[in-house]
């Protein structure tokens, strides 16, 4: 197996875990923001959306059409640290999510 198709292989699984821990978490959303929330400049759209939000509609989004198309991946991932942000202060524990997105980090830039 290439290099390539072993990435991907291991990004989809990945993007698979992330999912599931947005599930669990119980903030996977059945509809998408308004669609002026993603017109956002801002990294993450944080002025318009919840980070986990961004997750599920931006980043899972685009990372399954890049996968699914063949196209490069992002050689550059920094999301952890948003995640680890995001959970702190809060009841919930998003550890496990916190460390899917660390392995997603690691994956895109390892490539």
Known sequence: MSNRA????????SLLR?????????????????????LSTQPFC???????????FVFLQKMKVLVETGQPLPSV???APMAEEH????????QRLVQALEEMDRLLSDS
């Open 87 to 94: 959970f702190r202060g809060r009841m919930q524990s998003g």
């Open 6 to 13: 072993n990435q991907v292989d291991q990004v989809t699984d």
């Open 46 to 56: 944080l002025d318009t959306m919840a980070f986990t939000q961004w997750l599920q």
């Open 77 to 79: 991932s920094g999301i």
């Open 18 to 38: 992330i999912e599931i821990e947005l599930r669990r978490l119980e903030v996977w959303e059945d509809s998408p923001p308004p669609e002026h929330a993603f």
